[in-house]
């Protein structure tokens, strides 16, 4: 029982390496991203394309090799007939734009599902004929980039802060998601992705599941679409296709199956963000005019590559039992952090002249990893060998909690109760680092 | 549906059993007949071009007529269900009559409404679609295969006539050879794609390639490269890349669409990289598309002397090769039993390795030979060129009737979605529709006409 419920979630081993690697690279690369407005903005422009991938994943989950092609023209389709409507003054509200986000994408969805389980067309053709009606649509709509977005929305897609409104809808989608993991229609979906055959046979009505998954699915886009619109605040008809190569590249990234059964809100955020990611740290690197080629490119190789890698997913869950995704993202999670702190405070350590460094002195306490110095200048005076000593036990102490908790939560299906501190802390503790940054600046600035 | 009994021989005249039969089919082609002669007088037009078209439709008519008339004889020894009750009529017939209550709901809202939708020629395309839906339930039903292909040609014909009676100049050479020559791009580009659906795959590589290729051949050329090394150059790095495609999706079963988006993701970022290094204008390539190359698609071309571009006649040439090929030759065969049944196939010692990257190969030759075509015919290398092949290759397989899951279909079918494709756009664009209802119609049409001929079977069949 336990070696089958290690590999339960064993295909978030790539996502999560992928991510680690690349998060320290953008860090190094671009120490921006650590500051409020850098994780604020950051969030504002990765929501749309999570949301998208997100609605992906629940229709993957649900088999049949359903990808919906569509969820970038349906994405962009929400976001014009919001302007639209808005610039014709019939709904401005926002009680009013939810309902009309929400609903068009659950209504295009119930559409799509009806049609697959009556009709009986395979999905592939039902996504291909929504995406060529809709991209034809679009463009009948608004025929080019433009308009503007509802009153309210005007101050969501500034990203000068972490808590927008973004944030939000971002972590009710996720854990809405979680929730629904909890009832036994997602047991009942998986099953269906997995084996239609079994499932039917078994006694799940596998229509209505089909049906929910599309709602969930149009629940998703609605709220994608209206990140958007609050990303570009305007309506844009042409960035469908786009989106859904993106998004579709996102959903592989993340390592959920396309055939179906295997998947979840956590390898569809990864793959999202690992693809932000590389857009970030491609455009830290000044490749002048040929950027949008070498973007181009490095999303078909990684989406290629990291298809060729789920490949060693099987060989991984076989041989390396005892690395359970989770733990092996808390030690990664820990490094990766460790380098944002020191990329976001290393500024710290090279006080320029003493006027600054006697004005940073008080700040210091707040930071964790910087102990050392400030205990220095206590005085309470290490030697270089004692320092080293101590440093040496320390990462011996969390070498054997990291060792222990793998070992402990490799036959564990979930998280355990550890772990979640043990992220929350580590959350926790960059927020405050970044939110701190934000002070330190403003010190900065008002010295002479 | 493949496993139906073999259909006995057809003579080349069909000759119906029953007497009563042939005097009916001969009446209703006469009757035809007569109203085309009496139309052909109508218009003016010079007696012996009336004369000889009434005689041919008249003998066409008959045979057509005929051949169905034996289909159905040959079909009736086969029991069928009795439909005694009028229940069961409706059960059987529900889907065609509510299909065609809709449509005649929605014209009579679009006439009450739009004051300009009222004229003849909207009445008759309206009768020309029931119809059509008719055919399409009733009729088709009776064919063993190809049911597909008897929608697609029945639609194509419906919309070649409601398309000469609304465009002025529709079937006006110009007209003609613009709509054959674009089908000629497009069918070159779904060769591939239709022997890669054929095994149950998918290529969405081809847009990407076709577009690389167009700016790699101009690169090329630009270079100082002789251009006909160049072209080879390029058709041989497509089948390279089709031959990564096939090798990877083969490892990677049932991701081959997403896998291949990747590569074109790649090597069209790649191409694009690799072309504009050195070079002040990024993503724009220069250069001179030598003669033969123009005169291979640009609209003014000449094929030994006759004012048609040769792209055309390559197609059809293509066209002959593969439907050919595929039916007789042993490589056709394994692609049909690799697509039907993989298991059974690899059990019979076919190599499914072999086939199916051979397949993604040409599929990348293919696209390739589109791009550098589609260079002679616009005179400058642009990366988007591929853009619109993306899904309307896709598009055109679909619609023809080549199933997606693999091992029904051919080449033959998918000529004639390509028309279909083209002919509708070609009359969408005669009525003045932009390019984004076009889109639209497109995507609108391609579920009823799936829906018609491509329905998978019901779970309780399946287990």
């Not at chain 1, 005085?379 to 222990?404: D, I, N, W, Y």
């Not at chain 2, 696209?367 to 988007?384: H, K, N, P, R, V």
């Not at chain 2, 051919?410 to 009359?427: A, E, K, N, R």
Request: proline content about 4%.
């Amino acid at each position: 029982m336990s070696e089958r419920s290690s590999s339960t979630s064993t295909y978030l081993l790539v996502p999560i390496l992928l991510i680690a690697v690349l998060l320290g690279i953008a860090v190094i690369r671009g120490p921006n991203l650590v500051s409020m407005s850098g994780f604020g903005s950051a969030i504002i422009v990765a929501a749309p394309l999570t949301m998208a991938t997100y609605s992906l994943m629940s229709l993957a989950v649900a088999g049949r090799g359903t990808v919906d092609l569509a969820v970038g023209p349906l994405m962009a389709f929400i976001n014009v007939s919001i302007v639209k409507l808005n610039m014709l003054e019939v709904v401005t509200g926002p009680f009013g734009v939810f309902f009309v986000a929400l609903g068009l994408g659950v209504l295009y969805q119930l559409f799509f599902a009806a049609v697959v389980i009556w009709v009986r067309v395979q999905p592939i053709i039902v996504a291909l004929s929504g995406f060529l009606a809709l991209t034809g649509i679009n463009l009948v709509i608004l025929p080019r980039p433009g308009g503007t977005a509802p009153e309210f929305m005007s101050s969501w897609g500034i990203g000068t802060t972490i808590f927008s409104p973004i944030l939000l809808i971002v972590l009710i989608a996720t854990a809405g998601w979680l929730l629904f993991t909890l009832t036994p229609f997602y047991a009942n979906l998986r099953m269906m992705g997995y084996d239609e055959r079994a499932a039917w046979t078994s006694g799940v009505r596998i229509n209505i599941v089909r049906i929910g998954a599309h709602v969930i699915a149009g629940l998703f886009i609605g709220l994608g679409a209206l990140c958007y619109t609050a990303l570009i605040s305007s309506g844009d008809p042409t960035q469908g296709t786009n989106m859904t190569l993106t998004s579709v590249t996102a959903l592989v990234l993340g390592g959920v199956s396309l055939s179906g059964g295997r998947g979840g809100v956590t390898g569809a955020l990864l793959g999202a963000l690992n693809l932000w990611l590389i857009g970030y740290v491609l455009s830290t690197f000044n490749f002048g005019a040929i950027q949008a080629f070498i973007t181009q490119m490095s999303y078909g190789v990684i989406l290629v590559l990291s298809l060729l890698l789920t490949l060693l997913v099987p060989v991984i869950g076989r041989h390396i039992s005892f690395i359970s995704p989770w733990g092996a993202f808390v030690v990664l999670a820990t490094i990766v952090v460790g380098i944002m702190l020191q990329a976001a405070t290393s500024a710290l350590y090279l006080p320029a002249d003493p006027l600054t460094a006697l004005a940073q002195g008080p700040l210091l306490t707040r930071y964790l990893l910087t102990t050392p110095a400030e205990a220095a200048q206590l005085g309470l005076s290490l030697s270089p060998f004692q320092q080293m000593a101590f440093l040496l036990a320390t990462a011996a102490v969390v070498l054997v909690f990291a060792a222990r908790l793998m070992n402990a939560e490799a036959s564990a299906r979930r998280m355990g109760l550890f772990l979640y501190i043990f992220v929350a802390v580590l959350v926790l503790a960059l927020f405050a680092l970044v939110a701190g940054q934000g002070d330190l600046t403003l010190f900065k600035g008002a010295l002479p | 549906m493949s496993d139906l009994p073999p259909s006995p021989r057809q003579p080349l005249i069909p000759i119906p059993r029953s007497g009563v039969m042939i005097w009916v089919n001969l009446a209703a082609a006469l009757i035809i007949a007569a109203i085309g002669f009496g139309l052909g007088f109508g218009q003016g037009i010079a007696a012996q071009y009336v004369i000889l078209a009434t005689v041919i439709s008249t003998a066409v008519l008959l045979w057509l007529l005929n051949y169905i008339v034996v289909i159905f004889e040959t079909r009736a020894d086969q029991p069928s269900a009795d439909p005694a009750q009028g229940r069961a009529v409706w059960q059987e017939n529900r889907v065609m009559v509510i299909a065609m209550v809709i449509l005649l709901i929605a014209y009579l809202i679009v006439t009450a409404s739009v004051p300009d939708f009222r004229s003849v020629t909207n009445l008759i395309a309206l009768l020309v679609l029931e119809a059509i839906l008719l055919f399409a339930f009733k009729v088709s039903g009776r064919f063993s295969t190809g049911r597909s292909a008897f929608i697609g040609l029945i639609v194509l014909l419906a919309l070649i006539v409601i398309s000469s009676f609304t465009i002025k100049g529709f079937l006006s050479a110009p007209n003609i050879k613009a709509i054959l020559l674009f089908a000629a791009f497009l069918g070159i580009a779904c060769v591939g794609q239709t022997l890669v659906a054929l095994m149950g795959g998918l290529d969405l590589s081809i847009p990407f390639v076709i577009g690389a290729s167009n700016i790699g051949l101009l690169f090329l050329i630009g270079l100082g490269v002789p251009s006909f090394v160049a072209a080879g150059f390029i058709l041989i790095l497509g089948g390279v890349i089709g031959m990564v495609n096939g090798l990877l999706s083969y490892k990677l079963q049932g991701q081959a669409l997403i896998l291949t988006l990747g590569m074109g993701f790649a090597v069209a970022g790649l191409t694009q990289t690799l072309t504009s290094i050195g070079s002040a204008f990024s993503g724009n390539v220069f250069g001179s598309v030598p003669k033969w190359l123009q005169n291979l698609a640009a609209m003014n071309g000449k094929t030994f002397g006759l004012a048609f571009p040769p792209t055309i006649l390559i197609w059809i040439v293509l066209a002959i090769l593969v439907i050919v090929g595929l039916r007789y030759s042993a490589y056709g065969r394994y692609v049909y039993a690799l697509g039907g049944n993989r298991r059974s196939a690899k059990l019979i010692g076919v190599s499914e390795l072999k086939y199916w990257t051979l397949a993604y190969t040409l599929s990348g030759v293919f696209a390739a030979l589109t791009g550098s075509l589609l260079l002679g015919w616009s005179g400058g290398g642009f990366i988007g060129v591929g853009d619109p092949y993306l899904f309307t290759t896709l598009a055109a397989v679909v619609i023809g009737g080549t199933s997606l899951m693999g091992g029904y279909g051919g080449y033959g079918f998918t000529v004639i979605g390509v028309l279909v494709l083209q002919v509708l756009s070609s009359f969408l664009i005669g009525i003045g529709l932009k390019y984004e209802w076009q889109q639209f119609i497109f995507g609108l049409l391609i579920l009823p006409m799936v829906a018609l001929y491509g329905r998978s079977p019901h779970i309780r069949a399946q287990v």
